[in-house]
Each structure stands twice: as structure tokens, then as C-alpha cells.
């Protein structure tokens, strides 16, 4: 699916200054701020070192805002993970990336007036802070298929 550039800029602009205009969200589950910090909304344009195709990141920009409010309204966990990853740059010695434990944990909440279910990702590294991840469809496996909601969002203005 081509996107048209110009929404897209419209789109990643409006989601830029909604995250900007928070540096952190209260999230009772956590009892504790997550913090909004450049990880996260980097996350939301590129996975593994490549970028999201922008199909996938207009999809994020626009759940960004839901994203925020599931974060400050939710007193329970859905998903929960640790696991330990690479984190960092390689060393320039031996080109090894130091690992370290990673914690995730996915918040699903149906939003808006289209009802759409959501999925909503906060990362703690080691025993740094808790900070917000990503935003995406929540979305089940069927037939070895994956089911997305219509991507063709509307603008919902609070």
C-alpha cells in the first residue's frame, strides 16, 4: 500500500508532538511514571535496525495518542516477559554487544469509537526506568494468518 507523503509527515508531526509534550505517563499498574523517552518513539519507525515500512508506522503514529491514555489508565497486565538481549553498540574490540536483562510488559485495552483492540509495550532495561515501547494492533493468529483491524484509521479528536 504507497502512502501518500504528505499525510504521512502530517501524521508522524502530530504523533512527534504528543509524545514531546509528555516525558512521562502515570500507570497505576506500575504504581510509578513510564517515561517517554527518543528509544521509544525510534522504536515505532524502525525494528531491528531497519525501518518499519511506512504503512506499519503511520498505523503506530496514529494509535500513539490510545497508547498514552491505556498507559495512564491501566491497573493490570496482560503480557509479561524478561529475557536477556543485546543492548548497546558492539565494542570496537571484539565487536560484542554487552547482553542484559530485558522486561516487557503489554497492556490490551479496547479504544476509540471503532472499538479497536491495542497492545501497548513498556520496557524496563536492567534496573534502569520503566518507558513506553511501542503501540500496535493486538491482533490473534488464524489459520496461520494474522488478523489486523482495518488499517483505514479516522482521525478521533479528543
Given amino acids: 500500500m504507497e502512502v501518500d507523503p504528505i499525510f504521512f509527515g502530517t501524521c508522524k508531526q502530530k504523533a512527534q508532538n504528543a509524545y514531546a509534550s509528555h516525558s512521562s505517563v502515570y500507570c497505576p499498574y506500575f504504581k510509578a511514571e513510564v517515561i517517554l523517552n527518543s528509544d521509544g518513539f525510534h522504536h515505532l519507525q524502525f525494528s531491528a535496525r531497519r525501518e518499519r515500512n511506512k504503512s506499519e508506522q503511520l498505523v503506530k503514529f496514529r494509535l500513539l495518542p490510545q497508547a498514552l491514555?491505556?498507559?495512564?489508565?491501566?491497573?493490570?497486565?496482560?503480557?509479561?516477559?524478561?529475557?536477556?538481549?543485546?543492548?548497546?553498540?558492539?565494542?570496537?574490540?571484539?565487536?560484542?554487544?554487552?547482553?542484559?536483562?530485558?522486561?516487557?510488559?503489554?497492556?490490551?485495552?479496547?479504544?476509540?469509537?471503532?472499538?479497536?483492540?491495542?497492545?501497548?509495550?513498556?520496557?524496563?532495561v536492567g534496573t534502569g526506568n520503566i518507558t513506553f515501547w511501542s503501540v500496535m494492533f493486538h491482533s490473534k493468529m488464524k489459520d496461520g494468518k494474522q488478523r489486523l483491524h482495518d488499517q483505514n484509521l479516522e482521525d478521533e479528536e479528543a
Fill in 69 to 124: 491514555e491505556v498507559l495512564h489508565k491501566s491497573g493490570t497486565v496482560q503480557e509479561y516477559r524478561r529475557m536477556l538481549s543485546p543492548i548497546g553498540k558492539p565494542s570496537k574490540k571484539d565487536r560484542a554487544v554487552p547482553m542484559k536483562e530485558v522486561e516487557y510488559w503489554g497492556f490490551v485495552a479496547i479504544v476509540g469509537e471503532k472499538r479497536m483492540r491495542i497492545r501497548v509495550i513498556a520496557r524496563r
